[in-house]
């Protein structure tokens, strides 16, 4: 059988990466928004997973937040994707280089939801791998975080009282192809 090389798009279509807190929606919207454009979708915590063969919360207790962080950006800086949604952890944003790939790759989405939400949401986030530093609380977290997210967006959608059908439309309106 000969060998038939698959051609790539000459001008390959950028990637949406969805960044926010826990809980704001980014894995269900990821995989809303890649059904919808017909996109391949990648899931950054789960991609650290299976890299390390354990539980996202099991990276966490084996290697500490430090080392954890320091995985997250390496494995994101490291990407190298066209026509997929991203689903980023939460603490990806604290990554100086996995955000400058991911705005290489193309437009950055930041999933708004309000503290009361986030909380409510996330609950006492045991087991979810939450990284988030001795004695802060959800609320310092969230406070900290959010400056970051701005700052790295492109685009902000409000997911705290839209349905997530609704919120693919609003991030599909703002999203330019051509």
Do not use: H
């Amino acid at each position: 059988m000969a060998f038939v090389p698959i051609m790539r798009d000459e001008n390959p279509l950028p990637c949406i990466t969805l960044v926010g807190m826990a809980g704001a929606g980014k894995s269900t919207l990821g995989e809303l928004l890649a059904d919808r454009l017909g996109w391949g979708r990648l899931d950054t915590d789960r991609y650290m997973e299976s890299y390390y063969g354990l539980p996202l919360q099991g990276v966490m207790d084996t290697y500490g937040l430090k080392e954890f962080l320091r995985i997250e950006e390496r494995l994101v800086s490291e990407l190298n994707l066209t026509r997929t949604i991203v689903s980023t952890g939460g603490s990806v944003i604290y990554g100086q280089r996995a955000v400058a790939r991911l705005k290489e790759l193309g437009l950055v989405v930041m999933l708004d939801i309000g503290e009361d939400t986030f909380i409510r949401r996330v609950g006492d986030a045991e087991n979810r791998g939450l990284a988030i530093g001795p004695g802060k609380t959800l609320r310092d977290l969230y406070l900290e975080r959010q400056p970051l997210y701005r700052a790295a967006a492109d685009i902000t959608v409000s997911t705290d009282t839209s349905t997530p059908e609704e919120c693919v439309a609003a991030i599909l309106e703002q999203v330019d192809f051509s």
